[in-house]
């Protein structure tokens, strides 16, 4: 009995930790494929750019994808919202993932390491997100 909750609570715990890598990972693609280039050109910076995209050709693959990035990390970051403040809570009141009771522990910490890389994932995702499709139209309605 008590191996099966162990196994259970370190399964929970490598599923947490995946989401937010995940999200970390597809939020840090976003703002490199679409988000960053553009801040770059924004600011002037078009020849850093241009050798940004000689040294890794492949963001301009990523780029031409750009719905499906955005799309795919903006799942990936809504579902570790959902897991990280709806279902793990569940599962914590329920006795299957370790709790926060008993002071810190490595559980705590890696919890509390989770939540961060999701905001942190969430912060690049909206930044990303507000230079890609937002900041364009923005300047062009206020341009004289």
Not at 52 to 78: D, H, M
Not at 99 to 124: H, K, N, Q
């Amino acid at each position: 009995m008590a191996t099966q909750t162990i196994e259970r609570k370190v399964s929970g715990q490598g599923r947490n930790a995946l989401f937010g890598y995940l999200s970390l990972f597809t939020s840090l693609g976003t703002l490199l494929c679409c988000a960053l280039p553009s801040l770059l050109v924004l600011l002037g910076l078009g020849a850093t750019v241009a050798s940004f995209l000689s040294a890794f050709p492949w963001l301009v693959t990523l780029a031409r994808q750009k719905v499906w990035v955005f799309a795919v990390s903006g799942v990936l970051i809504a579902s570790d919202f959902v897991y990280v403040y709806w279902l793990l809570p569940r599962h914590k009141a329920q006795g299957d993932a370790c709790s926060f009771e008993g002071g810190p522990t490595a559980c705590d910490t890696a919890s509390r390491m989770s939540r961060v890389a999701l905001w942190v994932a969430a912060l690049i995702y909206g930044i990303g997100f507000f230079t890609a499709y937002l900041l364009g139209p923005i300047l062009t309605r206020f341009s004289p």
